[in-house]
């Protein structure tokens, strides 16, 4: 069913204020899960409605929770969630990183103890729109194998960056460090078909085609995107005291207990470097350039990262978001959820 995006905002807000969140907390979440699905990254949008209301209505999300917010140095601080809503939590992190990127040219903060925050690209803009460079990593729950591994370690832990430039581009390169998302094997199993044998392992590690036989998803290029998983568990687990690796909490193993995640947002004023309004032209050049470089076969251009995703929003916002029947049915029902989240494994299975 086809939804404007304001319809679709406010279905998400009402149900997540009737499972327990406070109109703030509820505006900022359906918010940001709204423009996930108006970019087109549905597997961060309405979808986790359900999955966020049941944890909330088993308490696992903090709705009353102490947050507390310490500077330790002229450009870096640490906010502590206190299991709150992520989404709320990893705004607040990116405004103290603006105010102190433009106070002393950079910042680096750091969130601990927060639950989900969705797509982390959405905090980046931010910065971008303050005319700074915002960057942003954080953990998720361990589906993946390290690199010649046969069990999992390392979850999804995402990536991303976005920058400004001279006529407002959008550039926003926010990636999984995985070749898939879990919802995409769940895709092809529900069409009955294969998946490709760069995606995920069996039990024993070996590649495998068949979207049932799934223990665990690969990281992207191998030992590189390994790598940067671990790059991604340093900077927003380890070093901010919180649960690292295969201690990462699983997001369906008990919805009654606060998730214990960790992210960082890192912020650069372009002034300090090169100069903001040089930055931006050059910024500006490249993503031209880019546009510009002759196709291979079977595409249509080169888009910069961030750039389609920009043309779906104003598509989204024109024409409404095509959101599936049932996900709608149950945002406009009276039901908060049908306990189907709890005590799963890592794939909700
Ligand atoms: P994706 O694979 O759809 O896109 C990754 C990046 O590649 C994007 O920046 C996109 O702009 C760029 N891109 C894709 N195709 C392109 C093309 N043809 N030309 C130029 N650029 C192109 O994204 P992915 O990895 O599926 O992640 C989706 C979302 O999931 C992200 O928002 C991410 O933050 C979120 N996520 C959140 C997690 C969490 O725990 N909070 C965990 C994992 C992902």
């Given at each position: 069913m086809i939804l404007k995006r304001d319809q679709l905002r406010q279905l998400m807000k009402n149900k997540l204020m009737k499972a327990g969140l406070s109109e703030k907390d509820a505006n900022i979440t359906s918010e940001t899960l709204a423009y996930s699905d108006a970019r087109g990254w549905h597997s961060h949008g309405a979808v986790r409605v359900e999955y966020y209301s049941e944890r909330i209505?088993?308490?696992g999300i903090n709705t009353n929770p102490n947050i507390t917010w310490k500077k330790t140095g002229p450009c870096s601080g640490i906010l502590d969630?206190?299991?709150g809503v992520g989404f709320t939590i990893a705004r607040m992190g990116m405004q103290k990183a603006i105010e102190m990127a433009k106070e002393n040219g950079v910042a680096i903060v750091g969130m601990r103890r927060l639950s989900h925050s969705g797509s982390i690209g959405y905090y980046c803009e931010m910065a971008r729109d303050e005319g700074l460079i915002g960057i942003?990593?954080?953990?998720?729950?361990?589906?993946?194998?390290?690199?010649?591994?046969?069990?999992?370690?390392?979850?999804?832990?995402?990536?991303?960056?976005?920058?400004?430039?001279?006529?407002?581009?959008?550039?926003?390169?926010?990636?999984?460090?995985?070749?898939?998302?879990?919802?995409?094997?769940?895709?092809?199993?529900?069409?009955?078909?294969s998946i490709p044998s760069d995606w995920a392992v069996d039990e024993k590690g070996n590649p495998t085609t068949n979207p049932h036989e799934v223990n665990a998803l690969m990281p992207i290029a191998g030992a590189k995107g390994y790598g940067l998983m671990m790059f991604v568990d340093i900077l927003s687990g380890v070093l901010l005291g919180v649960p690292f690796g295969g201690h990462v909490s699983s997001m369906y193993h008990d919805l009654s207990v606060g998730r214990e995640l960790g992210q960082?947002?890192?912020?650069?004023?372009?002034?300090?470097?090169?100069?903001?309004?040089?930055?931006?032209?050059?910024?500006?050049k490249s993503l031209s350039e880019l546009n510009n470089i002759k196709p291979a076969p079977g595409y249509d251009k080169v888009y910069y990262p961030g750039q389609r995703g920009k043309i779906r929003e104003e598509k989204s916002n024109k024409d409404g978001i095509e959101i599936p029947d049932e996900i709608v049915k149950y945002l406009k029902s009276d039901d908060i959820h049908y306990n189907r989240y709890d005590h799963k494994n890592r794939f909700a299975e």
């Amino acid at each position: 069913m086809i939804l404007k995006r304001d319809q679709l905002r406010q279905l998400m807000k009402n149900k997540l204020m009737k499972a327990g969140l406070s109109e703030k907390d509820a505006n900022i979440t359906s918010e940001t899960l709204a423009y996930s699905d108006a970019r087109g990254w549905h597997s961060h949008g309405a979808v986790r409605v359900e999955y966020y209301s049941e944890r909330i209505a088993k308490g696992g999300i903090n709705t009353n929770p102490n947050i507390t917010w310490k500077k330790t140095g002229p450009c870096s601080g640490i906010l502590d969630g206190d299991n709150g809503v992520g989404f709320t939590i990893a705004r607040m992190g990116m405004q103290k990183a603006i105010e102190m990127a433009k106070e002393n040219g950079v910042a680096i903060v750091g969130m601990r103890r927060l639950s989900h925050s969705g797509s982390i690209g959405y905090y980046c803009e931010m910065a971008r729109d303050e005319g700074l460079i915002g960057i942003s990593m954080c953990q998720s729950d361990p589906m993946a194998v390290p690199f010649g591994g046969s069990e999992p370690y390392y979850g999804t832990n995402p990536i991303a960056i976005s920058a400004p430039s001279a006529n407002d581009e959008n550039m926003m390169f926010d990636m999984a460090t995985t070749v898939q998302a879990w919802g995409k094997v769940l895709d092809k199993r529900s069409k009955g078909e294969s998946i490709p044998s760069d995606w995920a392992v069996d039990e024993k590690g070996n590649p495998t085609t068949n979207p049932h036989e799934v223990n665990a998803l690969m990281p992207i290029a191998g030992a590189k995107g390994y790598g940067l998983m671990m790059f991604v568990d340093i900077l927003s687990g380890v070093l901010l005291g919180v649960p690292f690796g295969g201690h990462v909490s699983s997001m369906y193993h008990d919805l009654s207990v606060g998730r214990e995640l960790g992210q960082i947002h890192i912020v650069i004023d372009p002034e300090r470097f090169v100069g903001s309004e040089k930055f931006k032209e050059d910024m500006t050049k490249s993503l031209s350039e880019l546009n510009n470089i002759k196709p291979a076969p079977g595409y249509d251009k080169v888009y910069y990262p961030g750039q389609r995703g920009k043309i779906r929003e104003e598509k989204s916002n024109k024409d409404g978001i095509e959101i599936p029947d049932e996900i709608v049915k149950y945002l406009k029902s009276d039901d908060i959820h049908y306990n189907r989240y709890d005590h799963k494994n890592r794939f909700a299975e």
